[in-house]
Structure formats: structure tokens, C-alpha cells
């Protein structure tokens, strides 16, 4: 008589853990790392050629973009933009054209111009991101900082631009615009 109990109490518990799983859904599907890596080391060769393209002075980039997964969030891209960088590598020759044509960097005009270019690469490239989900996001954090050889003059700003996987779909399949997009964007400056 125990025999038939304990197996009708193991059937029990089976069915009770399927009824379970329907309950909660099916488990989100494993992310492959191995392929994700290579959708970021494209993302972050995209990138990096868009901002040489689009930087005035190529010296200014002082790191070149680097991508990460964090799981349960999406991929995030950093990298770091001096824009003293060519005074602080070649200060005479830098210095004496600076006095001469006072071309400071524009520290306003420089974040906005990251800005678009990160807008512009999310919304033409971003949907290459096939490993994730659709609610994880891809986010993109440029430092710019503008540091002298002047310890005391040092300033810096942080720009993250970030878009979810989802929107990125709906521009891929036309179900939204790239201005609809552009809105959906969150754009965090500090």
C-alpha cells in the first residue's frame, strides 16, 4: 500500500512542476555568448569607424570603443574622448597653433556630435544584435573629458545613449520610423 501512495505522490509532484512551468512560461532562451561576442566586435568596429570619421581631430579619441554583455540588462559600448589630447601628446607644436588660430575644443558641440553619431549607429546597426532579447538594450557611453597638462584644469562630461532591442525590431520591420525611433531613444548626460 505504500508503494502505490509514494508513486501517486511522485505523479502528483510531476504534474504539479509542469502546471508550474505553464504557469511562469518557458524559460527566455539561453543567450550564445561565443555569437554575441562577434555581434559586439562588429558593433564596436561600426563604431569606431564612425567616429573617426566624424571627429575633427582623430587624436581626441584616447580609447577606442569596447563592448560588454551584462546579463539581464543588453551590451553597453564605452569609450573615452580627450579633447586635449593632441596638446597633451605634442604640447609645443599644438600650443603655438592653438594661440595662434584659438580653436579650442568645444566641449557642446563635441557631445553633440557623439550624440548623432550614436544615434546614427543604433538605428542602422543596432538590430544586428540577434542574441538579445527583445527587452534588453544596447547602450553606448562616450567619456569626454578635457584634461591639460594642467592638473588644475580638468573637466569632465559622461554622454550614454541607449535604445532597447525592441524599438531596434520595430525600425528593422518598418512598424515605427527613424524619427519615432530617434524619440524612443534615452539620451543621460552628467
Do not use: W
Not at 575633427?56 to 580609447?63: C, G, H, M, S, T
Amino acid at each position: 500500500m505504500m508503494r502505490g501512495s509514494h508513486h501517486s505522490a511522485v505523479l502528483c509532484l510531476i504534474i504539479g512542476l509542469c502546471g508550474t512551468a505553464g504557469l511562469y512560461g518557458a524559460p527566455p532562451p539561453a543567450v550564445d555568448l561565443d555569437q554575441l561576442r562577434r555581434e559586439c566586435e562588429l558593433f564596436e568596429n561600426i563604431l569606431n569607424t564612425s567616429l573617426r570619421q566624424n571627429m575633427q581631430n582623430p587624436l581626441f579619441i584616447a580609447e577606442k570603443v569596447r563592448g560588454a554583455y551584462l546579463e539581464g540588462y543588453g551590451v553597453t559600448f564605452t569609450y573615452t574622448v580627450n579633447l586635449n589630447r593632441s596638446m597633451i601628446l605634442f604640447p609645443k607644436s599644438t600650443q603655438a597653433g592653438r594661440s595662434a588660430g584659438g580653436n579650442e575644443p568645444d566641449l557642446g558641440k563635441t557631445v553633440q556630435l557623439l550624440r548623432r553619431c550614436a544615434t546614427e549607429v543604433l538605428s542602422q546597426y543596432g538590430s544586428g544584435f540577434r542574441q538579445l532579447p527583445g527587452r534588453h538594450k544596447i547602450s553606448i557611453i562616450a567619456h569626454v573629458l578635457s584634461r591639460s597638462v594642467d592638473p588644475n584644469v580638468q573637466s569632465g562630461h559622461v554622454l550614454v545613449v541607449t535604445a532597447s532591442r525592441d524599438d531596434l525590431g520595430q525600425l528593422q520591420k518598418a512598424k515605427i520610423n527613424a524619427e519615432e525611433f530617434k524619440k524612443r531613444i534615452v539620451y543621460l548626460e552628467y
